[in-house]
């Protein structure tokens, strides 16, 4: 397992901050709204980062194609798999670093047309920087905002260079 990014105390603070369009509510309000808006936009793949938005979208039937899920939510409440998916693929992506490994399964996952979950040792927020720059153009990359609701990250060329942008901010390893 190599780390190619691990993220710095600067960039955790930025990161708080929505990185898409928030949408509030508990998740059947999030999921109308969610609903309404796959069915305006027309996105080529849907993408879920995170075990609650993950579930929330399997079981309102929005099924994204590309779930990346650490079977815990908030650190310490396992997630069942709840879902039959193609192909699973489990990945090393400590907390706070994004790996080689995990950027690969994500660019593999998003050029196959399988509905596949990547199951992450550690943790996977950071790698929606990674599924924001890999997805093709009006995709979808949704994640939870603890607390508040979900975030949905319409990627535009714009959008793919803000997540470069953060991880060229990131410490980068030298190997």
């Known amino acids: 397992m ?3 990014y691990t993220l710095t105390p600067e960039l955790r603070i930025k990161l708080k901050d929505p990185f898409g369009s928030l949408i509030q509510g508990a998740p059947v309000e999030t999921m109308t709204k969610m609903k309404e808006l796959l069915e305006t936009e027309k996105p080529p793949k849907i993408i879920s980062v995170g075990d609650i938005v993950s579930l ?4 309102h039937c929005l099924h994204p194609q590309l779930t990346i899920i650490d079977n815990v939510s ?20 400590p907390q706070g670093t994004i790996t080689r490994e995990a950027i690969l399964a994500v660019k593999e996952a998003l050029e196959r047309n399988e509905h596949t979950h990547i199951v992450v040792k550690g943790e996977e927020d950071l790698l929606t920087l990674i599924a924001v720059l890999y ?3 009006n995709a979808f990359v949704v994640y939870g905002q603890p607390y508040s609701g979900i975030v949905v990250v319409k990627v535009t060329s714009e959008k ?3 997540a470069q942008e953060f991880l060229n901010a990131m410490k980068v390893s030298k190997s």
């Open 135 to 137: 997805a093709p153009e």
């Open 160 to 162: 793919k260079a803000q």
């Open 74 to 93: 908030l650190r310490d409440h396992a997630i069942p798999q709840e879902d039959v998916v193609e192909k699973t693929v489990y990945v090393n992506n």
């Open 56 to 59: 929330n979208l399997h079981k």
């Open 2 to 4: 190599t780390t190619e």
